[in-house]
Every structure is written in structure tokens, then in C-alpha cells.
């Protein structure tokens, strides 16, 4: 179901750490698409903020409808489009020691580090790991571990 106030959010998820605004379509319809599934991610991504970042982590992006999905040029099948993957950061980590940290705890089942200064995370139903680099652009990995390598190998001027 679509949900579209602050409040129909608040009475029907238990999400901590993140409020409405933070995980609704951003600059767009302003909406979030609830569902089991969007509401078991919400709860992961909670646990993963306070029990194994346990500092504050920053959404850029959580859920991205149909035609916000389209103007950023997201995939078609993209988790985001399902609110079940974010893109996030750390102010007092580095974007390798957070991907680090998501790829430790086994609560993902893709993630993707980003040179600009993020990681993606999401539970859909199937494995893949990627780096993405000014020089290389998306690079896809079996393990979580080459993605970084990768990663850590190929940023620019480091
Ligand atoms: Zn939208
Ligand atoms: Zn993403």
C-alpha cells in the first residue's frame, strides 16, 4: 500500500532511528510503499544502525517510485522501487569501513560502495556485491570482499 502522511507512517511502522522523511520518495512524490517486505527492511536497517554501526547513519535514499526511478536512470528491477534497499553514509566512518560493516553483519543481500561517498544495501532475493568508481564505473563481484578490493585499489588519488 502507498503511504503518503507522516502520521499513517508513525501508526503502522516501528522505525526508530528513521522518521517518514527520511525514507519516503524524496523530492518527488513524497510517498512510501509499505509492505512486509518494506516494513522487515525498515526493522533491519534499525538493528543495523543501533547494534552494529552504533553511530548515526545518514539515508540519501530509501524508497524511489516508478517515476523517480526512471529520471535518475535506476534499474528497472531496482530494490528501491520495493523500499527494500538504501543508499547511506556515516559522518564518522569512511564509506569502506561502513560497507565493512554491512557486509560483516550478514544482513544484506546486495551492497555497493560508491566512490561519491555512499554504500547501497538491500534485502532482495539474491546475492551481489559491486564497487563503483569515477574511473571504472559499476564493477560486479561474486563476494563482498573483491567488490572492495576493488574498490580500495581503483579510488582515485588514495
Ligand atoms: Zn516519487
Ligand atoms: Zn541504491
Redesign the pocket.
Known amino acids: 500500500m502507498y503511504i503518503i502522511t507522516k502520521e499513517e507512517f508513525e501508526l503502522n511502522v516501528d522505525s526508530k532511528y528513521f522518521g517518514f522523511d527520511e525514507v519516503k520518495c524524496k523530492n518527488c512524490c513524497n510517498m512510501f510503499w509499505l509492505t512486509e517486505k518494506s516494513k522487515a527492511f525498515l526493522k533491519i536497517l534499525n538493528h543495523f544502525r543501533k547494534s552494529v554501526v552504533k553511530k548515526p547513519v545518514r539515508l540519501t ?1 530509501l524508497y524511489r517510485c516508478p517515476s523517480k526511478n526512471q529520471k535518475i536512470g ?1 534499474s528497472k528491477d ?3 522501487l520495493e523500499a527494500i ?3 547511506m553514509f556515516c559522518d564518522d566512518l569512511s564509506v569502506d569501513e561502513l560497507y565493512r560493516k554491512a557486509l560483516k553483519s550478514s544482513l544484506f543481500s546486495g551492497l ?1 560502495v560508491y566512490e561519491e561517498g555512499f554504500i ?1 544495501a ?1 534485502i532482495k532475493n539474491r546475492n551481489i556485491f559491486w564497487c563503483s568508481t569515477k574511473k571504472h564505473g559499476v564493477e560486479y563481484f561474486k563476494t563482498g570482499e573483491e567488490a572492495l578490493k576493488r574498490f580500495l585499489s581503483e579510488r582515485e588519488g588514495k
Open positions: 535514499n535506476g531496482s530494490a528501491h534497499a538504501v543508499d555497493g547501497h538491500d
